[in-house]
């Protein structure tokens, strides 16, 4: 089984600024991935990276990138120069094997002009 | 814009009743995921086909039930309809195993 925390319900960062979004994990899969989706308030689920959990290197997408440790089961999510347009819940999700997805209960990443 | 699309965006019914919300994968997607999105429950798994064939289940009630049909679009049936069923049901869809999965803009069921 697989579980996933996301310890803040809410952050707040100022436009430009960079911001850590945090996320744990934990997983009996030996070839998992995870992901960082965004929900703007459309309500539509947006992917935002993804891990390989076999790859070393941390992810990047643009102003998004990762924090991957893999024996303390972090997954952590850095945007930097942030935008307004970065305002939305943020979620942590696990895939494994069966590729069914793990959510976390989210982070509310509020942009401040 | 994903490539997923869901049908319709909005529904509205009573307590009791039966409805059917559908999914259609992105070109060339096999997989095709539901999931639930409530207040309280956050978002949850439900159920997963495979190029027709039921491959994962989750915490889907009894009361709900899945098909993936030969052109590979879903649907996915609400029975006997309850308060708590009110939510935002999602569909994604993947290539197949490891493959990211691609969200549906969602159906906002809401039972009075």
């Known amino acids: 089984a697989q579980t996933v925390t996301q310890s803040q319900p809410e952050m707040s960062v100022q436009e430009a600024e960079t911001v850590t979004l945090s996320c744990t994990y934990d997983?009996?899969?030996?070839?998992?991935?995870l992901f960082w989706y965004k929900q703007p308030p459309s309500r539509q689920m947006i992917l935002v990276i993804r891990?390989?959990?076999?790859?070393?290197q941390n992810a990047t997408e643009n102003r998004f990138s990762v924090n991957f440790q893999k024996a303390a089961k972090s997954f952590s999510l850095k945007i930097s120069d942030s935008q307004l347009g970065d305002a939305a819940m943020y979620f942590c999700?696990?895939?494994?094997?069966?590729?069914?997805?793990?959510f976390g209960q989210g982070t509310r990443l509020t942009i401040n002009p | 814009d994903s490539g997923v699309t869901q049908t319709p965006k909005h529904l509205i019914t009573a307590t009791g009743q039966r409805v059917t919300l559908r999914c259609s994968p992105r070109?060339?997607?096999?997989?095709v995921y539901w999931y639930q999105q409530s207040l309280d429950q956050g978002l949850q798994f439900l159920i997963q086909?495979?190029?027709?064939?039921?491959?994962a289940k989750g915490n889907i009630l009894e009361r709900f039930s899945a098909q993936q049909f030969p052109d590979l679009h879903s649907e996915l049936n609400l029975s006997s309809l309850e308060l708590g069923d009110s939510a935002l049901y999602f569909c994604?869809?993947?290539?197949?195993?490891?493959?990211?999965?691609?969200f549906g803009p969602g159906t906002r069921l809401t039972v009075l």
């Open positions: 999700a696990a895939g494994g094997g069966a590729q069914k997805l793990v």
């Open positions: 994604a869809s993947s290539a197949g195993g490891g493959d990211t999965q691609y």
């Open positions: 891990q390989e959990a076999y790859k070393q």
């Open positions: 086909y495979y190029n027709g064939e039921e491959r």
């Open positions: 070109s060339g997607d096999l997989s």
């Open positions: 997983t009996s899969e030996s070839d998992y991935y």
